[in-house]
Structure formats: C-alpha cells, structure tokens
C-alpha cells in the first residue's frame, strides 16, 4: 500500500449515513456474491501462520520496514494478538530494530520474501473483500487493507484512514487507468465498528462501508495479489502516544461460483 496518491480523487462520493453496529451483532453487509474462498474469523488463541505472514516485498528494509513510504514502524508478531473473536493489532514504541523506534503490525497472504505463509492466497478478478473492524482514533496512525502483485500494478485499496482525520476513508483501484474516492463521514469512523468492503471487478470497482455503496471506480484484472492487512504508523503526523490499537472482527472472500 504506497503512500497516498496524487491522482485526482473524489471528495464525498455519495456520503450517506454509516451504520453503527458492535462486532458481536449480525453483519448489516449487502449479501456478497459467491462462495468464501478465503476467510479469518480469528477464533483461536493466535495469529494463524499457517494464512499469514508479517514479511512482504512492498516493504524495501529487510521486507518488514519501509522508511521511504512514510511508515516509521518494523513489523512483528509481537504487534498481533488473537482473543475473543478478534485480531489486536498494536503500534508500540519500543525500539524493536536499528532504526526503528517503533513496531507495528502487517499480516500479508503471499508476495512474502520467501517466508509465504504455507495456505498462501492471492486474490482474483470478481472477487469481493470485506473487512470487520474498529478504527484507531489517536493520530498517527495509518491503517488499511489492500492488494500486492510485488510491483503495486494491479493494487487495490480496500480503504486507507488517517486517524487525524476521523471521517475521511480513501478507496484507491492503482490498476491503469486507475481512480478513486475520498469518502467523507458525518460521524466519527472511529467510534464503533464496521464494515468496509470492495467488489475487485472485472468490469467495476465498487466499495461499500456497512453494505452502503461509497465509490465506483474503473476495472480490475490483476493477478497475483495478496491480501495485506496493516497498522502503520505514519510519518508525516506522528503520535503523540506511545502506543496504540485496532481490532478485527473478521477479513473474508467471496469468490463468484
């Protein structure tokens, strides 16, 4: 997920309402299509390995940290916690590797430097990711879920938030000709939980925050891309604390039958 793009975007794209639910009431999603393919409820007791691994190629240090791209964090296992139905992940500023005052969380399906996860996963045209979760609210933070084919090409945004800004989501298709939105939010996105999900094409790119449409874009034909979920730390707004949050309920899949 590269730092933000200058492309023209959107601003308040179709701003509706978006619905507050708590993790444990029942998805008000629109029905997705299709089978799931790919799934984590995050039920156990830990991070399941065998889905996912904290090395990517989109990170240029060691594949685990990357300066250049305004993240101040080095990703660890540390940073990822699983209890209660939910996946934890946790920015800490604890000096976890030369350079790095902080450390942070990544979780990739593939494109992993050769520690790929032994259930690797790779997204396809058509298919529909969603995302259950509960935003960090101290600024600094720079939380998402996207796509990585190892060269950004075909990369998908399911969402970016910037927690200075608690009502601005950016949904961002990479894949020439490329487009996006910057969606605006009467409420505060990080107050309660939701859900955020985005229909890959083939011929549209759709997003949807609590099964409400927020943004459509242009097609997408990628191969080769993995499921990226972060935590980031963002440079250009660091924190004033010295550690923060964010959960998730559940990533899902839906594949076209």
């Given at each position: 997920m590269r730092k933000l793009i200058?492309?023209?975007?959107?601003?308040?794209?179709?701003?509706v309402p978006a619905?507050?639910?708590?993790?444990?009431?029942?998805?008000?999603?629109?029905?997705a299509p299709g089978k799931v393919v790919f799934a984590d409820e995050f039920d156990g007791t830990a991070i399941d390995r065998t889905k996912w691994a904290i090395h990517s190629n989109a990170e240029a240090d060691q594949c685990l940290g990357n300066k250049g791209n305004q993240e101040l964090e080095w990703h660890t296992w540390d940073a990822l916690s699983v209890h209660d139905g939910m996946l934890t992940m946790t920015a800490r500023k604890n000096n976890p590797a030369p350079g790095y005052e902080w450390s942070g969380a990544l979780i990739t399906?593939?494109?992993s430097c050769g520690h790929e996860p032994s259930q690797s996963f790779a997204v396809q045209p058509g298919?529909?990711?969603?995302?259950?979760?509960?935003?960090?609210?101290?600024k600094g933070f720079w939380p998402s879920t996207w796509t990585w084919n190892g060269n950004g090409s075909n990369e998908q945004d399911t969402y970016e938030f910037y927690?200075?800004?608690?009502?601005?989501?950016?949904?961002?298709?990479?894949?020439?000709?490329?487009?996006?939105c910057t969606y605006q939010s009467p409420t505060d996105l990080t107050t309660d939980w939701h859900t955020i999900a985005?229909?890959?094409?083939?011929?549209?790119t759709v997003w949807y925050l609590d099964g409400k449409e927020i943004?459509?874009?242009?097609?997408?034909?990628?191969?080769?891309?993995?499921?990226?979920?972060?935590?980031?730390?963002?440079?250009?707004i660091p924190?004033?604390?010295t550690s923060e949050s964010m959960q998730i309920d559940h990533v899902r899949v839906y594949r076209p039958e």
């Open positions: 200058t492309i023209p975007v959107v601003l308040g794209l179709l701003v619905a507050a639910a708590m993790a444990d009431q029942r998805d008000d999603v629109r029905a399906t593939g494109q298919d529909y990711i969603e995302t259950r979760l509960k935003l960090p609210s101290a927690s200075d800004n608690h009502n601005a989501l950016y949904l961002t298709n990479h894949q020439s000709p490329g487009g996006g985005q229909q890959l094409g083939p011929y549209e943004c459509r874009q242009g097609p997408y034909a990628g191969t080769g891309d993995a499921l990226i979920l972060d935590l980031f730390v963002y440079a250009k924190p004033t604390v």
